[in-house]
């Protein structure tokens, strides 16, 4: 079973910048996908990032403005989020496939205008 814990996020201004991070609770250069999803009020859960067959995948709406990387010697993902809007706020999302999909607890992100 693989545990994973998001911290990082908070309140920001439009335009700001936040840097959110998941860690496993085992080695994440075994794991084929991990990736990052929000889930804003109302909304569907969506892909936001992915790692996955040494790839990395942004959903459009992100490009140029967030990072994903990983530090494998801390079994760390992160999330790095730039030129930060309104439309970015929701609950930020770690998820890892390994034979089965797990989630972390979540990060509220809140970009004011």
């Known amino acids: 079973q693989v545990q994973l814990v998001e911290s990082g996020g908070g309140l920001v201004q439009a335009g700001g910048s936040l840097r959110l991070s998941c860690a496993a609770s085992e080695n994440i250069f075994s794991i084929d996908f991990i990736g990052w999803y929000r889930q804003a009020s109302g909304k569907q859960r969506e892909l936001v990032a992915a790692s996955t067959s040494g790839n990395t995948i942004y959903a459009d709406s992100v490009k140029g403005r967030f990072t994903m990387s990983r530090d494998n010697a801390k079994n760390t993902v992160y999330l790095q989020m730039n030129s930060l809007k309104p439309e970015d706020t929701a609950v930020y999302y770690c998820?890892?496939?390994?034979?089965?999909?797990?989630w972390g607890q979540g990060t509220q992100v809140t970009v004011s205008s």
């Open positions: 998820a890892a496939v390994v034979v089965q999909t797990y």
